[in-house]
């Protein structure tokens, strides 16, 4: 499964991008998992946010939901700032 996770606005509106591909991962299926959950609350278009705030566009396997600050999930929440993180 790829994921991939693109942040735009905030304050000094730099774009940050990053994915992880669980293939052969040991934790694949915590992935898999999270990444449904954070999927099934995402939204076909691009919400309107906070000024100032960071927009998301999360893409699995070629399936693309958009969300916003404040009104992530707690499991959006947790896979944008993992895929951030630990994605290249």
């Known amino acids: 499964m790829r994921i991939q996770v693109r942040r735009t606005g905030g304050f ?21 998992a999270l990444a449904e959950q ?5 939204q076909s278009t691009r919400p309107t946010g906070v000024p100032d705030g960071f927009g998301y566009e999360i893409t ?12 992530l999930t707690d499991e959006q929440r ?11």
């Open 38 to 42: 954070a999927i099934s609350a995402g």
């Open 12 to 32: 000094a509106g730099i774009e940050r991008h990053a994915q992880v591909d669980t293939a052969g991962r040991p934790d694949a299926d915590e992935w898999h």
């Open 78 to 88: 947790k896979l944008i700032s993992r895929v951030l993180k630990e994605g290249a």
């Open 60 to 71: 699995v396997d070629g399936k693309t939901v958009y969300c916003a600050d404040p009104r």
